[in-house]
Each structure stands twice: as C-alpha cells, then as structure tokens.
C-alpha cells in the first residue's frame, strides 16, 4: 500500500477500487485485511483440530505411502494388487533402507 501511495496508484480489492493515499481508504482497506487475516486464523485453527480429531480416531491425516491405499475409514492397508506389491518387493515387503557407512 505504501508503494501505491508513493507512485499515486489506485488498487482493486474485491472488485472495489481504492485510492491509498486518501486517509479513510486507507482505513478501510487496513481493516479488509486485518479481518481477512483473523478468518484465516479461525480457517487454520478449525482445520488442525479436524486434523487431531482424525489422529485420536486412528486415521490418516496425509496420503498413504507407496503400497498402501486409503480405506473408506481412513485407514490404510497394502496395496492388494499384486503387480504393485511385486514392484516393491519380489518377497511382498516394503523395502528396507539401510544407512551408508
């Protein structure tokens, strides 16, 4: 806002038009933002308790790793199909990464 001041430009918010260096615009568009950023907040908040809600039932938060898929409940189990757990593994485990010494 300050640069628009400075080079006298106006700026379009929301499909408003607005003049920075007239005090009371200034104002307004101050308030816009700040409200703008507490609902944010709240949006934020909201999503990461439903976010720890589905960890205390047990169920994923993220998509499954190769070779898992997502259950109906959340959960995540192998991949049933064959092709996909051979393409891991030729004995059907997830691989094992070893640390290089």
């Not at 806002?1 to 009371?24: E, F």
């Not at 898929?69 to 030729?90: E, F, H, I, N």
């Amino acid at each position: 806002m300050n640069s628009c001041r400075k080079h006298d430009a106006l700026l379009a918010l929301d499909g408003k038009i607005y003049d920075p260096s007239d005090n009371a615009n200034l104002l307004n568009m101050r308030l816009v933002a700040t409200l703008g950023e507490h609902e944010n907040l709240n949006r934020r908040e909201h999503l990461q308790h439903g976010r720890i809600a589905k960890v205390t039932r047990g169920q994923a938060v993220s998509p499954p790793p190769r070779g898992f898929v997502a259950q109906a409940d959340g959960t995540w189990t192998k991949d049933p199909d064959p092709s996909v757990r051979a393409a891991l593994d030729p004995t059907g485990n997830l691989p094992i990464l070893q640390r290089a010494h």
